[in-house]
């Protein structure tokens, strides 16, 4: 079945530094994928999405590339801040219009000023 | 700026009591899902409807935990009787899109003792 692979956190980083979360996937055909951000306390918001190989989804200075040859979806920010300390989470739908989300096991990632 | 809301945000219970958590899905949004979130199990799908025919409950304990929704505009998840691990955080999201992602209200967070 449909699975996704996440970078296994937490990952501690310094404001303004570069982040990467790395995420992989095995799916069928051409997936949608996607990208939530949960804040504490808070319920899952959609970060950005991708719908088609090479399409990137961008929002909030975070931006991932759909790549169908390294089946991989990795979230990257050039310069983070406190306020993006948060869990992320990787997940997919499948192809044939069911709504279904497939989520990795989240990252936990704190920004340290 | 259409929201899925729920209702309570916060409950607390003995062990034994009945249960009932509602969910308002964005209007026009055609599927429903409801989800738990715990530290030790993560997030898990327990249930979800299109077009509000249930069409997957498999994620869901059978003898106690029930789903509805009785009209467009509401869903139901009704735990009878809760037990203490059944705390967690139960979200509900909705979509119309396998593309378009899903969108989380803000969960209850419910409290057994």
């Known amino acids: 079945g449909d699975s996704v692979t996440q970078m296994e956190g937490p990952v501690t980083l310094s404001e303004e530094a570069f982040l990467t979360i790395n995420c992989t996937y095995t799916a069928t055909g051409y997936p949608s994928l996607f990208w939530y951000v949960q804040y504490p306390g808070e319920g899952l918001q959609l970060l950005l999405k991708a719908t088609k190989a090479d399409d990137k989804g961008s929002n909030k200075g975070f931006e991932a590339t759909y790549r169908k040859e390294t089946t991989s979806f990795h979230l990257e920010k050039g310069s983070v801040q406190v306020s993006d300390s948060a869990v992320y989470f990787c997940?997919?739908?499948?192809?044939?219009?069911?709504?279904?989300?497939?989520f990795g096991q989240g990252t936990r990632l704190t920004i340290n000023p | 700026d259409a929201r899925v809301t729920q209702t309570p945000r916060d409950k607390v219970t003995e062990m034994g009591q009945e249960v009932t958590m509602r969910c308002q899905p964005i209007?026009?949004?055609?599927?429903v899902f409801w989800y738990r979130q715990t530290m030790m199990q993560g997030l898990e799908l327990l249930a979800y409807f299109r077009n509000r025919a249930p069409l997957d409950d498999s994620g869901m304990p059978k003898d106690r935990f029930s789903a509805e929704m009785p009209d467009a505009t509401l869903a139901t998840l009704k735990i009878q009787p809760s037990e203490p691990r059944d705390s967690a955080v139960y979200f509900c999201a909705s979509g119309s899109d396998s593309r378009a992602g899903q969108y989380f209200g803000p969960g209850t967070r419910l409290t057994v003792t």
């Open positions: 209007l026009g949004h055609n599927t």
């Open positions: 997940a997919l739908t499948g192809e044939g219009g069911a709504q279904k989300l497939v």
